[in-house]
């Protein structure tokens, strides 16, 4: 779901404003996985002061006032804003980036995963990533094919890679919420 269509999305999307559609629809899910706009706390907002709009905080008090169990993920700039939140790495998940997010959940448990070292090379920023390098793919990075391959996310744009989240990162989460279910 998203406020601004994604025609490349491959599965089933909804264009919708995320927090009144959450408000509304929210209790007919078990399961909640939100990601607010990371603009805010990111570090080229830092560099460039531009306005963008607090949604960590509504999206939470949104998901609490549905009542189901949740996760909401935002970047390490966030951290501040985040309850107890849990890190994901790249290499955790045998992907070549290290791409760091935080997770916040709420109603269960989100274990923390061991953070692997980081020891191979990082591809310098808008090169393209060489064989034994991370990736680091933000601003205008070349080779986007070689990043949709390293991040599992082929249907995507240089645009959504730039901001995207590794669906093995979500596929972690709901891992780890179906073994509490059992």
Aim: hydrophobic share 35%.
């Amino acid at each position: 779901m998203d406020i601004v269509p994604q025609p490349r999305y491959p599965m089933e999307f909804v264009r919708a404003e995320a927090i009144q559609f959450a408000l509304t629809y929210g209790h007919r899910f078990d399961f909640i996985h939100a990601s607010p706009p990371c603009q805010l706390y990111s570090k080229t907002q830092r560099i460039r002061q531009n306005d963008h709009p607090d949604l960590l905080g509504p999206t939470r008090d949104a998901l609490n006032a549905i009542g189901v169990p949740w996760v909401i993920e935002n970047v390490l700039g966030a951290e501040p804003e985040m309850r107890n939140p849990v890190l994901l790495c790249g290499e955790h998940f045998g992907l070549h980036t290290y791409r760091h997010r935080l997770f916040e959940a709420g109603g269960w448990e989100l274990p923390q995963p061991e953070h692997p070292a980081h020891v191979k090379r990082q591809t310098k920023m808008g090169r393209r990533r060489m064989p034994g390098e991370m990736g680091i793919y933000v601003g205008n990075f070349i080779g986007v094919d070689g990043a949709k391959e390293d991040l599992g996310v082929p249907w995507m744009s240089r645009e959504g890679i730039r901001e995207c989240i590794p669906p093995a990162y979500t596929e972690y989460v709901g891992r780890e919420f179906i073994k509490q279910l059992e």
